[in-house]
């Protein structure tokens, strides 16, 4: 197939047919119809809620020069060129990565994949090769890093063109790293084609986005994917003590390596202290303090540090600047009351896994034997079957529980409550409250709190906002928490 006037838009790609003039310019490519104008190519992506294919008429109404498409619509519009492909995603992953000049091949991009610790794991691997003295690039559910400069991000995996745009800027500013979360959705979508990774991290892997995949092997089979494809030159590294970690491993050609606090492992640490001042590990044979806290994030330094190990940094150096690092941003971020002796935890819990594992550090932490009371909804829009599972995990693990709303998009609260209200044990029922509106949730928990009490706010973390029927409303949960205290 003949070239673009003025880029190599189609390497990589291998078309069933091309119907039309190969010599106009491309000056843009969007996926949203929307946005076509003369001189774009618009790619036309089979979706979950809807099929970019029906939009194809639009985008030629508003200009658009070529259709990239996995079926060619029944009238073919003259002056037009239409790309005819086996799947467009895969196809608009990799002209997009050509669009831009292929910039993940120009700096080192690292890729961090699993159900829970992808947005610790990748902003701590930020922040450490930050303080190193690099420039560096970071895409995570939170924000959206071009060196310095920050943007709220939208998606945890943004679409392949937002990627490669974001990654070129990364170029233009000098990063030498970039820091990547790669979620499920994304490696199934084919959002990460194009992309050349030098390196694919593995966290872990529990119940979550069955409303999707729906099934858990299908889940499990997207993150594989994605070790599947990285190159030759790139390494692979994986939680040996998670079951499916080497699962992960299983087709992949990049070098293999694991890290454990209790399987054998290439990366080694054992908790030494775990206290509301931090970690101390014995971390590669080294004695370690860190400012961040819990099991859960003695596996999210483990696999920061086996990572830069493994980017060919120097032992002391990453010891040295991972100790000083704190968690992301509502990751077990916590306010004290002092007068009233209680302490206020605000956490991105949003699967039963993550849950347990900020409850069980709690247990571990608290002392006096203080009370633990736990505010807990689940989203709408979502994995509906783990909403009784959340609740049970609420239950085995606090004194006493309130259920209240999450993000319920476009599913009515109340019975999103309900259906989490299923999973209430029967011993617990007594120590259960349904308080649909989430700030007077977090007021009734903190009232009812006492002296040496510990109150956990789940599920939204870092948002600022609560989603109703398609409108983003301004909602802080440490906010709340905080004027309470």
Do not use: W
Request: proline share 3%.
């Amino acid at each position: 197939m003949k070239q673009y006037a003025n880029l190599n838009l189609f390497d990589n790609i291998h078309p069933k047919y091309v119907f039309g003039s190969t010599e106009q310019e491309i000056k843009t490519i969007t996926l949203d119809s929307r946005k076509a104008s003369p001189g774009t190519l618009f790619a036309a992506l089979r979706g979950s809620a809807t099929d970019g294919h029906a939009y194809i008429g639009k985008a030629i109404e508003n200009g658009a020069a070529a259709i990239l498409c996995e079926e060619l619509p029944g009238e073919i519009k003259e002056g037009v060129t239409y790309i005819q492909v086996a799947d467009s995603a895969e196809a608009f992953g990799q002209i997009a990565s050509n669009f831009y000049g292929r910039p993940s091949e120009k700096l080192k991009l690292v890729g961090v994949t699993g159900t829970n610790g992808k947005t610790t794991t990748a902003t701590l691997l930020y922040d450490l090769f930050t303080t190193l003295g690099y420039k560096v690039g970071l895409i995570s559910t939170i924000e959206n890093k071009v060196n310095k400069r920050s943007e709220p991000s939208t998606h945890t995996t943004p679409d392949a063109e937002s990627i490669n745009l974001l990654i070129k800027q990364m170029v233009e500013a000098g990063c030498d790293y970039a820091f990547m979360e790669v979620s499920s959705h994304a490696v199934a979508q084919r959002r990460i084609a194009g992309l050349f990774f030098s390196g694919g991290v593995f966290t872990n892997i529990t119940h979550e986005h069955l409303d999707y995949h729906k099934t858990f092997r299908a889940y499990i089979q997207a993150k594989k994917m994605f070790f599947d494809k990285l190159p030759k030159t790139a390494f692979a590294l994986v939680n040996a003590d998670d079951k499916n970690g080497m699962v992960m491993l299983q087709n992949t050609q990049a070098a293999a390596h694991t890290f454990a606090l209790r399987k054998a492992a290439d990366f080694k640490a054992k908790i030494l202290e775990n206290s509301l001042t931090g970690l101390h590990l014995d971390l590669d044979g080294e004695d370690f303090h860190a400012r961040l806290i819990g099991e859960f994030n003695a596996y999210n330094l483990l696999g920061v540090y086996a990572t830069a190990r493994l980017l060919g940094q120097e032992k002391q150096e990453v010891l040295q600047a991972l100790s000083i690092l704190k968690a992301a941003e509502g990751r077990f971020d916590y306010v004290v009351n002092q007068q009233r002796n209680v302490i206020g935890i605000v956490d991105y819990a949003h699967t039963p896994d993550a849950l347990e594992k900020v409850l069980s550090t709690i247990h571990q932490l608290r002392k006096g034997g203080g009370r633990i009371l736990t505010v807990v909804g689940c989203g709408g829009d979502r994995d509906r079957t783990k909403r009784p599972l959340m609740a049970k995990v609420a239950c085995d693990y606090s004194d006493q529980v309130i259920f209240t709303s999450d993000n319920p998009r476009t599913e009515d609260p109340e019975a999103i409550i309900a259906e989490m209200e299923a999973g209430i044990p029967a011993y617990a029922k007594q120590k259960t409250l349904s308080i649909t509106q989430r700030k007077e949730a977090i007021k009734t928990a903190c009232r009812l709190a006492q002296s040496g009490d510990v109150i956990l706010v789940a599920g939204k973390g870092h948002e600022k906002y609560q989603e109703i029927m398609g409108v983003k409303h301004p909602f802080d949960d440490k906010a709340v928490l905080s004027d309470e205290f």
